[in-house]
């Protein structure tokens, strides 16, 4: 009887560790290279930005895309149309007749919110932890990213930024500012292609 | 009230003596006192239009010409952007420099307080409409789609104070809208080997000693910072820009002419003492030679109030032709001890020879550019003088027994050569009317039409600056529009008249924008109808609570706003001296210049970066939308077009001014000579050396300026005197003709020294003028010699 009680813990543990073992191993590489695989994503955003003093949120929407290896394209069409590229260390801001081109080095504070993004959809590890600390958490299929940024400038604005995705797709980003303000951003599953 | 006294040889010979010492001591007081430039001033036009007044202004004083432009090249961009770094972080101290720009965004905050604290006087949306209740809600509906856009939050503190959006307003306005690359947060150039500072020194264009003394402090503070950083040693500094061309121009203008003056003052003396070989000889010869030098300098100061540094590298040249007079009296001289033969056969000719060149020189003086007048002044008061000591003063200090190596052995070598040199007449006469076919052919090939080439700056330098221009991706301002008012609050209202058309230009996508001062700072008037038009405390909160309506924003929360818009109202309006600090007066003050009389502001139209109207800006265009905008004290310039036409004015002018020397040369040996014959005798061999000398050049592909244009009427002025002794040579019977025919040889050879040394020069002025007479003095010889006629003497042993 104890000899059949120890088996069965015995048997469970193992039954577990077979588990786990079955189970393909979640962590930062893994994931990045999954979402590596995806050269060409296009999908839509809304956007809510809460800003105290505010009675209300502010609303925004549009598509976002990524084309490998390093170019991102957020293109809002509400409520004002703009489009901001990035691409590789170049962005290039365009609202209406107005075309602003800046390196995203000489601006961390605009680096902070976009970079993170970027870095991890091209899979791009060292640009991601050039950035920022990052701690992961949850399982392949639902996971949480957490983004601390590193450069100081930065960090005075963004106190972190939490990505939650399902996959390889990034679904949601909340940015945390040091001031308590805050947006978050829902992105849609990837359009089909 | 004086007798007249009879004149006996020996007083007049005193007389001469005396106005000659008494001439040479007011020259030496004038040069003494005399102002040597080395500036553009020698490029400008002596009676220019206001255009070129304006371009003049510009080229001088202006703003343009305080900016340097500075590269650190040679080392890994990390390494040159610390350098950048360091050497800004010292030269900003340095009360010499007004502005120093390398991409790092010192002072950018500073800049943003000033903007933001004077935002109501300052943003154009501010009117009596804008702070209505339909205005309001309105700029707050803006500004909140502001917050949805992607850079929302970082704009987003702006609200509570700002809600109307003046500040991003602002901030759209002045922000440069393209720059050079940046690298770990410098400027760099666009393949990243380069890094770009851009200092705007605190002396003027003109003061060219201050410019100098910035130029040493940046090289200072260079080597300073370069010996402090490891790894460092391979970098090397660049600098250019209008200052620095004015002080390499002027330096090298200065070390050519010394140079150049230097060498060639030792070739002659050592050919005139292989020929004399008598010391006294060598400085009597010379005695011609600075009193005409002397003369020159004088003249041209007195007429021009300053001497230009080029007229000086010119003065070379006087050396090899001044000295001749001297080779003819002496050669001649010791062959008739008393002089009488000198006074009787050869004055007449010498004499000619001057009249002929002062014909030439003096259709220059008339040169509206005035570089070439100034030239032609010099050289006519130089020979002229050079040849009355000659003629009055020299003879008289020869000692009695005055004697030169006897060159007759020498001369009947020449009268051989002279004889084989006939032969080749056909020849010649055949090359020529060649060299005529070649140049009608390629007419439009000859002349270049670029204002470049009169420039005094060295062919380096000139490439350097291109270099670093293009670097700094700034495009080069082409198109201007200057506004002249009696003041500066004129100045800037004139310039807040044009605005309204130049929006619709821009917003038309005829231009990609404009500079312009009014922008960075507004006229008093235009403050005080801004502040004007902002509304009470009162007004604004019930005509906020009624534009809020519906908004996600209270009234309460734009509190800080009220209370700002409230302190607009009264603060004291921004004077000129209240920018002075920020990073944007140089934008400022690049476009005010204000001179004794009058302030003139400029406005920069920059040319659209694409689309079908890329890199062009339509003119006519412009024109017609600024239209009865435009008068004589609102001028939209064409920098580009008024340097080429100033160009071409001078070329053109050249052109004439040549055939009108050329044309009194031709009237003054008519009337001298009494022969079309004979006229038409000296002038063959001048028509071939100067169709030969340009087609020459032509085939060595050069193509020649107005600086060519004038060597070859120096040609025709310098080859006429050769000329004219083989015509005399001819008429007189041939028994002095070996001592003639050598003397003339040395006189040619002192001249080809003078003016050939000009080729070696780096200055492209100077060397235009040597390669075009050094060769031409040469031919102009030996075409006489070939062309000529055997002379009544040898003509029968002639073939």
Redesign the interface.
């Known amino acids: 009887m104890r000899l059949t009680k120890r088996a069965l813990w015995l048997l469970t543990a193992l039954a577990w560790c077979g588990l786990a073992r079955a189970q393909p191993a979640f962590d930062l590489d893994s994931l990045l290279a999954r979402m590596s695989v995806q050269t060409r994503v296009a999908t839509t955003f809304t956007?809510k930005?809460f800003?105290k003093?505010?009675?209300?949120p502010?609303?925004?929407s549009g598509e976002l895309g990524f084309e490998a290896p390093s170019r991102m394209i957020?293109r809002?069409l509400?409520?004002?149309p703009?489009t901001?590229k990035l691409d590789d260390r170049t962005v290039t801001?365009e609202?209406g007749?107005?075309v602003r081109?800046?390196?995203l080095?000489?601006y961390p504070?605009?680096a902070v919110?976009?970079e993170g993004i970027r870095a991890c959809m091209a899979g791009d590890r060292a640009a991601l932890e050039q950035f920022y600390r990052v701690e992961l958490s949850g399982s392949p299929t639902q996971w949480k990213m957490t983004l601390i940024p590193l450069n100081e400038k930065a960090a005075e604005?963004v106190q972190v930024i939490h990505l939650a995705g399902e996959q390889a797709d990034i679904r949601k980003v909340q940015?945390l500012?040091t001031d308590g303000?805050s947006?978050i951003m829902t992105i849609s599953r990837p359009l089909s292609r | 009230m004086m007798k007249p006294i009879p004149m006996t040889p020996s007083r007049r010979i005193w007389l001469a003596r005396g106005i000659w010492l008494l001439g040479l001591l007011l020259c030496a007081l004038v040069v003494w006192r005399t102002e040597f430039r080395a500036d553009f001033s020698a490029f400008l036009p002596r009676h220019p239009t206001p255009d070129q007044q304006i371009l003049a202004e510009q080229l001088q004083d202006g703003a343009g010409a305080r900016v340097l432009l500075v590269g650190i090249e040679g080392s890994e961009p990390r390494v040159l952007a610390d350098l950048s770094k360091r050497m800004a972080t010292a030269l900003r101290q340095d009360p010499m420099i007004r502005q120093l720009q390398n991409g790092e965004t010192v002072g950018f905050e500073a800049d943003q307080a000033l903007l933001f604290s004077a935002r109501y006087l300052l943003s154009p949306q501010v009117t009596a409409e804008h702070f209505t209740a339909a205005g309001l809600r309105r700029a707050i509906q803006a500004s909140l789609d502001e917050l949805a856009s992607s850079t929302g939050l970082l704009t987003k503190d702006l609200l509570a104070r700002d809600p109307t959006g003046e500040m991003l307003a602002l901030l759209e306005q002045l922000l440069p809208g393209s720059g050079p690359r940046m690298l770990h947060g410098h400027w760099f150039s666009a393949r990243g080997e380069r890094t770009l500072l851009l200092i705007e020194t605190r002396a003027t264009g003109s003061e060219m000693d201050a410019q100098g003394q910035t130029i040493a402090r940046i090289r200072a503070a260079f080597a300073q910072v370069q010996q402090a950083m490891p790894g460092a040693a391979s970098a090397r500094l660049l600098i250019s820009g209008p200052g620095v061309f004015a002080v390499a121009s002027r330096d090298t203008i200065h070390s050519e002419a010394t140079r150049l003056s230097l060498i060639s003052t030792v070739l002659i003396l050592g050919l005139l003492f292989a020929i004399y070989r008598s010391i006294t000889a060598l400085f009597l010869g010379m005695l011609p030679v600075l009193t005409g030098a002397l003369a020159g300098i004088a003249a041209v100061s007195l007429g021009f109030g300053m001497v230009h540094g080029m007229t000086l590298g010119f003065g070379t040249t006087l050396i090899g032709e001044a000295v001749d007079y001297a080779i003819y009296l002496f050669v001649q001289r010791s062959g008739a001890p008393d002089g009488q033969d000198f006074m009787q056969r050869f004055w007449p000719t010498i004499r000619l020879g001057v009249l002929t060149s002062v014909c030439g020189f003096a259709a220059l003086t008339l040169s509206g550019f005035m570089g070439l007048a100034q030239l032609g002044l010099y050289s006519i008061a130089g020979l002229v003088s050079a040849a009355l000591v000659t003629r009055w003063v020299l003879p008289h200090l020869l000692p009695r027994n005055f004697q030169v190596r006897d060159v007759t052995p020498l001369g009947l070598r020449l009268l051989r050569a002279v004889h084989i040199l006939r032969r080749g007449r056909n020849a010649l006469l055949a090359l020529t009317a060649a060299g005529v076919l070649l140049l009608g052919l390629r007419q439009a090939d000859l002349w270049n039409h670029e204002l470049g080439a009169l420039s005094p700056v060295p062919l380096s330098t000139q490439a350097l600056d291109t270099q670093l221009r293009s670097d700094m991706a700034a495009p080069d301002v082409r198109h201007l529009l200057v506004l002249r008012a009696p003041d500066v609050q004129a100045a800037l209202q004139r310039c807040e008249a044009l605005l309204p058309a130049l929006d619709r230009l821009v917003a038309a996508g005829q231009l990609a924008g404009f500079v312009a001062p009014c922008r960075y700072l507004p006229s008093l008037a235009t403050q005080a109808a801004r502040q004007q038009a902002l509304p009470d405390a009162a007004t604004l909160r019930r005509n906020l609570g009624s534009a809020l309506q519906g908004l996600p924003v209270s009234t309460a929360f734009l509190a800080p706003f009220l209370a700002d818009i409230e302190a607009a109202r009264t603060r004291p309006l921004l004077q000129p001296a209240d920018v002075q600090s920020a990073s944007f007066s140089s934008a400022l003050n690049a476009s005010l210049t204000q001179t004794a009389t009058h302030v003139s502001a400029l406005i920069q139209l920059r040319a659209p970066t694409r689309g079908p109207q890329a890199h062009t800006i339509d003119i006519d265009r412009v024109r017609h939308e600024l239209g009865p905008l435009l008068d004589e004290q609102t001028v939209l310039l064409d920098l580009m077009g008024a340097s080429s036409s100033l160009y071409h004015q001078y070329l053109d002018q050249a052109l004439l001014l040549s055939a009108i020397g050329l044309a009194a040369i031709v009237l003054l040996l008519a009337l001298q000579l009494r022969s079309v014959q004979r006229v038409g005798a000296v002038f063959l061999p001048l028509v071939a050396a100067v169709v030969l000398v340009a087609s020459g050049l032509h085939l060595a592909g050069v193509r020649m300026n107005l600086l060519h244009l004038v060597g070859l009427l120096l040609t025709v002025a310098v080859g006429s005197n050769y000329a004219l002794f083989f015509d005399t040579l001819d008429e007189a019977g041939g028994d002095s003709s070996p001592q003639t025919l050598a003397s003339l040889l040395f006189a040619n050879l002192t001249t080809v020294t003078g003016f050939g040394l000009l080729a070696f020069s780096d200055v492209p002025v100077m060397k235009s003028i040597g390669v075009t007479v050094g060769p031409g003095a040469i031919a102009a010889l030996l075409f006489s010699a070939v062309l000529s006629r055997p002379s009544r003497h040898d003509r029968p042993t002639a073939p």
């Open positions: 956007e930005k800003i003093g505010l009675d209300a502010i609303e925004s957020k809002t509400l409520p004002r703009e901001l801001m609202r007749r107005q081109t800046l390196s080095d000489d504070e605009l919110h976009i604005q940015v500012l303000d947006s």
